[in-house]
């Protein structure tokens, strides 16, 4: 890395930055498609295997707080080398796993351990990479996420049609690996802050939620909300396709063209946020996303259903790391790492919640009832980035 910020390099830091959520991302994308599937082979009901797929996103909630004092103990480096190790043990229990609650535990603890990844990576770029780049190295680390999480259904599939559902973990299992050898091989580039870190005392949570509640509650919340429009969308996609009559295939392949053009926009959306603000990002992805699940009920054909897609890709595309930025500007020098702890529970809260709540208005009231209210939480979400989030460039 350059001494000057001017001439600072996102290529320079690319392996220990974004090689290890890349492969960590690849290795749960392997086992995503497959885990309800090893649930019913196992005796488990559907609803039981949508728990069990439902344990990743748990474990990752409940990680999140732990996470950050492990990566604030031990550094971010030997976090995600543990996480690793931790997440292959989880491997094999799927792998071993002669009933549904051994399987659980197997994923679940996949689960607590993306939430260490992502926090220590997050953490490293804020410390590593210059403020006039910080929103592009952002959205970086959310693309190579979504890339892997994307390219890790591909490869798993033709090792599955040679071994049977068990291919995806040894898949995934590769990926892992892979993830923690980069993490130890590659040492911790000397963050900013280093040389004053013995000066900084130690910020309990609790008094770190006290002294930032003003944020926590205004753009945490905004964030939270953007997180379960993302989940909300991966679930509203399928059903009303079935819905409206489509089969499976199509139902894939609209899902997988819209995340090819959610993929192509992660780094212009970062650059525009450096250059212009958050603002010029956050307000049209939430307002792009917001309308287009609004859109979904009123389509009848794949045609339509499509379209909005594809947009709406484009809308959660250019919101790329968003979450993620948005934090790193409001996070504190002094506990920086309790601080996106903190900020990573509220967005996982919204992010588990959003599903919850679309499940229980289909319930109260009807599919497209619920699509048309969870896609309305993005209009108050951009309300609250255009109320509180500054104009104009980030100042240190």
Request: hydrophobic content about 55%; some cysteine.
């Amino acid at each position: 890395m350059s001494s000057s910020p001017d001439h600072f390099s996102l290529r320079a830091i690319a392996l220990p930055a974004f090689g290890p959520s890349l492969l960590f991302g690849f290795g749960e994308g392997a086992i995503f498609p497959i885990l309800a599937l090893s649930a019913r082979d196992l005796g488990a009901s559907s609803a039981a295997a949508g728990f069990i797929v439902a344990l990743v996103g748990v474990g990752s909630l409940l990680a999140n707080l732990p996470a950050a004092a492990l990566a604030t103990r031990y550094g971010e480096r030997r976090a995600m080398v543990g996480a690793a190790l931790f997440s292959l043990l989880g491997l094999a229990l799927c792998l071993l796993a002669r009933s549904p609650w051994l399987l659980g535990m197997g994923v679940f603890m996949v689960g607590l351990a993306s939430a260490v990844f992502l926090l220590a990576r997050q953490t490293y770029l804020v410390e590593a990479v210059p403020l006039h780049m910080r929103a592009r190295a952002m959205s970086t680390l959310g693309g190579t996420m979504r890339i892997g999480m994307f390219a890790g259904p591909f490869a798993s599939a033709g090792v599955i049609h040679l071994t049977g559902l068990s291919g995806a973990y040894w898949v995934s299992a590769l990926a892992m690996l892979g993830a923690g050898l980069v993490s130890l091989s590659v040492p911790d580039l000397v963050p900013k802050a280093s040389a004053d870190k013995a000066a900084i005392p130690k910020i309990s949570m609790l008094s770190m939620a006290r002294m930032h509640a003003p944020v926590l509650l205004t753009l945490g919340i905004g964030t939270a909300l953007v997180a379960a429009l993302r989940a909300c969308r991966q679930i509203v996609i399928p059903l009303w396709a079935d819905h409206i009559g489509l089969d499976p295939a199509t139902t894939a392949t609209i899902y997988g063209l819209m995340g090819a053009v959610d993929m192509l926009l992660f780094y212009p959306a970062g650059r525009v946020m450096d250059l212009y603000g958050r603002l010029w990002v956050a307000l049209p992805c939430m307002l792009i996303m917001s309308c287009c699940m609004m859109a979904i009920p009123l389509t009848g054909g794949w045609i339509s259903l499509l379209l909005v897609c594809m947009i709406l890709g484009i809308g959660n595309g250019i919101g790329s790391g968003i979450v993620m930025t948005i934090g790193a500007d409001a996070s504190p020098a002094a506990g920086r790492t309790v601080f996106l702890g903190i900020w990573r529970q509220i967005t996982d809260i919204g992010g588990s919640g959003g599903p919850l709540l679309i499940s229980g208005l289909t319930a109260a009231a009807s599919l497209a009832t619920g699509i048309a209210t969870v896609g309305s939480l993005g209009l108050l979400a951009a309300w609250i980035f255009w109320r509180w989030l500054p104009r104009g460039r980030p100042r240190a």
